[in-house]
């Protein structure tokens, strides 16, 4: 008879933890998205938040939502599943999971499709009727790529650093 902890984070709390952590580390004063890429064998392969490219000061590019396209954020940020994607440098990512706490966009499931990601674990999907997302969920579905929504645990997980 085992004396050992059973109250452990399955590997789903884990990888979506890990990756809303990710997300704590955007500059992005409205959206923090973080995605974290798991191996078939649970092993964490790369993470990434959605924020600005290597080189471009986080001080110096707008964070706005609203006005002119090139004072805007959204012409300047990579979203948190290519960063992952562009961090990964261990070779092929095929069959891979992506836990990511907002549904990919139709630019990231591109990305998503050709580096061979087989899952995608989301928990939110708050913009679920864009153009951006039903073109994503289009593409994964003819692509063959597997989604679905994280179920929440409602355990609370802290930390103190």
């Not at 990756?19 to 191996?39: E, F, Y």
């Not at 649970?42 to 002119?68: Q, T, V």
């Not at 179920?151 to 103190?160: A, D, H, N, S, V």
Request: net charge neutral.
């Amino acid at each position: 008879m085992s004396d050992k902890r059973k109250d452990y984070i399955s590997w789903d709390e884990y990888f979506m933890s890990v990756a809303i952590l990710s997300g704590m580390r955007s500059k992005d004063p409205n959206t923090q998205v973080g995605a974290c890429i798991v191996s078939s064998d649970n092993k964490i392969l790369s993470m990434g938040y959605n924020g600005l490219p290597i080189g471009c000061s986080d001080d110096e590019f707008p964070w706005a939502r609203e006005g002119e396209a090139l004072e805007t954020k959204y012409v300047y940020t990579v979203h948190s599943e290519l960063n992952a994607i562009l961090n990964y440098r261990g070779g092929s990512l095929e069959g891979a999971k992506l836990y990511v706490s907002l549904f990919p966009c139709n630019e990231c499931a591109k990305a998503i499709i050709q580096a061979g990601i087989k899952t995608v674990v989301y928990d939110e999907d708050k913009y679920a009727l864009t153009p951006a997302v039903l073109a994503s969920k289009r593409m994964m579905d003819a692509a063959g790529v597997r989604y679905y929504r994280y179920q929440r645990t409602g355990r609370k997980i802290e930390i103190e650093v």
